[in-house]
């Protein structure tokens, strides 16, 4: 499969069930594909949020959160196993990897633990119990400005792609001078062009493309159309670090 169906959610529960179907009908090849192809999209969508939790949380002393997040990548999605018990709980699969993380992290941490406990002539047993690692709210919310960020990014491309086929490139142009960069409309209307009388509302068109796209992303993501209204102002306040 080259495309994406309906949704994110919609296109890995494919691949999954493809790809179980292949390893039971003994076909190695497209029981592979499916792998590397979950592999590819899951990483590329979720590498930097993970890395922005690790950097986020007490245990980035533990190593470089690149090297962290690449290991627990290449434990986790060697096989279909780990998403085909996604697939049954339902929950977001960025909130499962998330929280795969954190487990990933925990399991680290008592490796040390009994490490030193050895080392220090201490009964391993002893030294396995540390409640304060079993949640880091400022870990949570790095992450959670990380895929909110590349969401609105994505969406955004979406939108100059849309506004520049369309003819309409001047519009997105003067929606990041002024929303992005900060400066006035007028300035804006100047640089591209355009009379001052028609920059505002230039600016505004392009803003309701822009959350028109990021609408649809979040519901690639799996959020119910009844929740994307909150799910789009949660990603806005995120982005911005709110």
């Known amino acids: 499969v080259d495309h994406f169906p309906s949704t994110h959610r919609t296109w890995l529960m494919t691949q999954i069930d493809g790809g179980l179907d292949a390893q039971q009908t003994g076909d190695d090849s497209a029981h592979s594909a499916a792998i590397r192809a979950i592999s590819h999209h899951v990483m590329d969508r979720y590498r930097a949020p993970l890395c922005a939790y690790v950097r986020g949380s007490r245990w980035k002393s533990f190593g470089d959160a690149d090297d962290l997040v690449a290991g627990f990548f290449a434990r986790r999605l060697d096989s279909l196993a780990y998403l085909q018990r996604w697939k049954d709980v339902g929950v977001p699969l960025r909130r499962w990897l998330m929280n ?23 009964d391993p047993e002893h030294a396995t119990s540390d409640p304060e690692l079993s949640h880091d709210p400022q870990a949570e919310r790095a992450f959670d400005r990380a895929w909110a960020r590349g969401v609105l990014a994505d969406a955004a491309a979406r939108t100059a792609e849309e506004l520049t086929s369309e003819g309409r490139e001047t519009s997105w142009r003067i929606f990041e001078r002024h929303i992005l960069d900060g400066i006035d409309y007028s300035t804006a209307a100047q640089e591209v062009g355009v009379p001052a009388s028609e920059a505002r509302a230039m600016s505004r068109m392009a803003a309701y493309r822009l959350k028109r796209a990021l609408r649809a992303v979040l519901e690639e993501e799996g959020i119910a159309e009844a929740d994307l209204d909150r799910a789009v102002e949660d990603v806005y306040a995120a982005a911005l670090g709110n």
């Open 100 to 122: 795969g993380m954190l487990l990933e992290l925990r399991t680290l941490a008592r490796d040390q633990r009994r490490q030193s406990a050895r080392e220090n002539s201490v």
